[in-house]
T-cell receptor, first 116, second 111 residues
């Protein structure tokens, strides 16, 4: 149980275009989802926290207009990287938390974004 | 959340026990110690967590010192597939959902 998927697993896009990454909780309802990014050989950095049906809370230094997060249902959150640039190339990972007093987070497999 | 300190890298022979230390000297009384690992190019995987007592599950054992200022994750019989970056995180879940990842320990298991 507690499986989180991400789609796509890897994507290459051209500079200036936007790309959407999906995060789904497959066998549970996720009241809260988290988005991280990870540069090569670096640790995960939390970008934002999203609760179903409300606006995401972004960490300091993360541009909310560039990284659009939508958590419209209890099983799906999306991260859209708008007007992508090569410096946005990174490994993006989501995690999901069940509601009802459970505090455990389950991570997706990650999406590798390359902006050319 | 309290800060943790881990060695940047460790080696372990296959079949031997891997003991990964974590220092969390500023941990507060209600904070738990969590361990995750990340195999290359994958999402992190939960391993184990504990508050005061030692814990064991099918993956690992967690030994927490009596003063709770440090802990050790033990993989009893390391395999090549245990090669990963291991992260020690302290948090008090009801107060914060966030997992703040430090730099972790890169464990290399060799044949």
């Amino acid at each position: 149980g507690a499986v989180v998927s991400q789609h796509p697993s890897r994507v290459i896009c051209k500079s200036g275009t936007s790309v959407k990454i999906e995060c789904r909780s497959l066998d549970f309802q996720a009241t809260t989802m988290f988005w991280y990014r990870q540069f090569p050989k670096k640790s995960l950095m939390l970008m934002a926290t999203s609760n179903e049906g409300s606006k995401a809370t972004y960490e300091q230094g993360v541009e909310k207009d560039k990284f659009l997060i939508n958590h419209a249902s209890l099983t799906l959150s999306t991260l859209t990287v708008t007007s992508a640039h090569p410096e946005d190339s990174s490994f993006y990972i989501c995690s999901a938390r069940e509601g009802g007093g459970s505090y455990e987070q389950y991570f997706g497999p990650g999406t590798r974004l390359t902006v050319t | 959340d309290a800060k943790t300190t881990q060695p940047p890298s460790m080696d372990c022979a296959e079949g031997r026990a891997a003991n990964l230390p974590c220092n969390h000297s500023t941990i507060s009384g209600n904070e738990y110690v969590y361990w995750y690992r990340q195999i290359h190019s994958q999402g992190p995987q939960y391993i184990i967590h504990g508050l005061k007592n030692n814990e064991t599950n099918e993956m690992a054992s967690l030994i927490i010192t009596e003063d709770r200022k440090s802990s050790t994750l033990i993989l009893p019989h390391a395999t090549l597939r245990d090669t990963a970056v291991y992260y020690c995180i302290v948090r008090f879940p009801p107060n914060t959902d966030k997992l703040i990842f430090g730099t972790g320990t890169r464990l290399q298991v060799f044949p």
